[in-house]
Nanobody, 115 residues
Framework: QVQLVESGGGLVQAGGSLRLSCAASRSIFSIFAMAWYRQAPGNQRELVARITSGGSTDYADSVKGRFSISRDAANNAVYLQMNSLKPEDTAVYYC?????????WGQGTQVTVSS
């Protein structure tokens, strides 16, 4: 089992920045891909950014050039740096760890961007 705990959400004005953190209960980055998803009210959960066990990253088109995913193996943490935030980035952001049939989720952290 893996527990994931997100933090760092909050209220920010458009154009501002936030950094989300996801703390994993044990060292998993060498074998798990990690990702951030988000879900806005009335919308499906969507992939925002992903980092594979090998360190490759990819992003949703809507956040390319503004968001950056990174990880710190020493602290079992994954981060999502969000810059130039827009009101449409408002959502609950979830951390995800996936490998084969193992799929773990955090409880989510709310990000609200005011115009």
């Amino acid at each position: 089992q893996v527990q994931l705990v997100e933090s760092g959400g909050g209220l920010v004005q458009a154009g501002g920045s936030l950094r989300l953190s996801c703390a994993a209960s044990r060292s998993i980055f060498s074998i798990f891909a990690m990702a951030w998803y988000r879900q806005a009210p009335g919308n499906q959960r969507e992939l925002v950014a992903r980092i594979t066990s090998g360190g490759s990253t990819d992003y949703a088109d809507s956040v390319k050039g503004r968001f950056s995913i990174s990880r710190d193996a020493a602290n079992n943490a994954v981060y999502l740096q969000m810059n130039s935030l827009k009101p449409e980035d408002t959502a609950v952001y979830y951390c995800n760890a996936i490998r084969a049939k193992s799929d773990y989720w955090g409880q989510g952290t709310q990000v609200t961007v005011s115009s």
